[in-house]
């Protein structure tokens, strides 16, 4: 008797938490396979080529600075923000596959920055850039490129990348631009093969502030761009995983002074603070690995009864201090169209998402539930502790790029804040 066809959720099941059904994988092989047969062939002009691990080659035209660059191959679905995906720090120890074809279309600006320095290690996309048509734009984005010293390529099957990707899970891959096209592929491929992962690798001390400061300014609009945030009702002390800066003017725009401590601050230099609440950033690497300095601290601002908003990795590190575990993924999230279910309120938003770790749903303790789902895998998106002012979420409420569906989160935090 033929088998019955799967349904949409038994099909969710299947790839959850980034889990592929095998004929997936049987093509994804099959693609990869074509891919380093077609290693030797060199095109005309090519004077770059990304060499995954496993010997799959790309060339390509270079563009930007003119480097080699080592690291986990990941891919973003989002059709805006190139610039401020380039610059949070969540992905540093990655190359960013963009799926959308006109990248550069708004040039490059001061404005669209999430850091001061890109902790990305370069970029992929099928087109040549696009020259800027955007009122905004104060250069091309290839000279930003280079002057942020991030290589990229240009001129490759980047669907047949993100397949690749998509199931078989983020390879490990060297990304090279050399100009003179000087390019040694098995030497790319050994740097490749030779490169860790980001299981049990903190980044988190890489992209953190070298030491405390204050945060005042406010979110973007029309009329003046970045002005002042609202005057501030309370203090929040916001631990630095690798913050966005975004995340940061939501807070003061919501009425918040903030001050940004390192992430290895301890709990006793948070408490003399004396905050209103403590703000857990998003961050890029391991959480299990951060969370052997993030974790006691944390620890100790919970037994405070402080109010707790967390980010992302501040999410997967409040779920670690709570005694919850966390995994990597198969494939991870990463675009600004993701659907998120509030279990609470029924409610689906739209989310802007970068991880490739996830808290195990199985693994939260009691007195702790899971507030939010993914509607496209099924992996836990947010948590609360009952009774306590503790809440986070794995996607990014602020929506730099994305939608802002989940801004009322920052007004949760101010609510919490205003009872305790």
């Not at 050994?190 to 005042?216: F, N, Q, S």
């Not at 890029?284 to 951060?290: K, L, Q």
Request: hydrophobic fraction near 40%; aromatic fraction near 6%; charged fraction near 20%.
């Amino acid at each position: 008797m033929a088998k019955a066809a799967k349904t949409p959720s038994q099909a969710r099941a299947t790839r959850k938490e980034g889990m592929v059904p095998a004929r997936a994988g049987v093509q994804a092989k099959t693609v990869s396979a074509n891919l380093r047969a077609a290693a030797t062939i060199r095109p005309a002009g090519a004077n770059a080529a990304l060499v995954l691990a496993d010997g799959t080659t790309f060339w390509g035209r270079g563009l930007g600075a003119a480097a080699q660059r080592v690291g986990e191959v990941c891919f973003n679905t989002s059709i805006t923000g190139y610039q401020e995906i380039l610059t949070d720090p969540s992905y540093a120890g990655q190359i960013i596959t963009f799926t959308f074809p006109h990248i550069g279309i708004v040039g490059a600006n001061d404005e669209d920055v999430e850091a001061a320095t890109p902790a990305a290690l370069g970029l992929v996309i099928r087109a040549d850039i696009t020259a800027p048509s955007s009122w905004r734009a104060k250069g091309h984005l290839d000279p930003w490129l280079k002057s942020q010293r991030l290589p990229g390529i240009s001129g490759i099957d980047t669907r047949a990348l993100a397949i690749r990707i998509r199931d078989l899970g983020a390879p490990t891959g060297a990304l090279a631009h050399a100009p003179k096209g000087k390019i040694d592929i098995e030497a790319l491929a050994r740097r490749a093969a030779l490169w860790p992962g980001l299981e049990g690798m903190d980044l988190a001390k890489e992209v953190t502030c070298a030491k405390p400061y204050g945060w005042a300014g406010g979110t973007w609009s029309m009329a003046e761009g970045f002005g002042p945030g609202s005057s501030p009702r309370f203090h929040v002390v916001a631990m630095d995983f690798g913050a966005k800066r975004n995340i940061l003017r939501c807070l003061a725009q919501a009425g918040c002074r903030v001050t940004v401590v390192p992430a290895t601050a301890r709990a006793r230099d948070i408490l003399a603070r004396k905050p209103d609440g403590v703000f857990l950033s998003n961050g890029p690497g391991d959480p299990a690995a951060t969370g052997t300095y993030a974790v006691p601290a944390i620890q100790g601002v919970l037994a405070a009864g402080l109010p707790v908003f967390g980010i992302c990795l501040g999410h997967q590190l409040l779920a670690l201090a709570l005694g919850a575990k966390t995994e990597k993924m198969g494939l991870g999230h990463r675009g600004a169209n993701h659907p998120v279910k509030d279990l609470r309120t029924g409610k689906v938003e739209i989310t802007c998402q970068n991880h490739g770790f996830v808290v195990v749903s199985d693994s939260l303790p009691r007195g702790v539930e899971k507030t939010h789902v993914s509607l496209f895998d099924g992996s836990l998106e947010g948590l609360r502790v009952r009774g306590k002012p503790v809440f986070s979420v794995q996607y990014h409420p602020e929506a730099s790029p994305g939608p802002q569906d989940s801004h009322y989160l920052f007004a949760r935090f101010i609510e919490m804040m205003e009872k305790a």
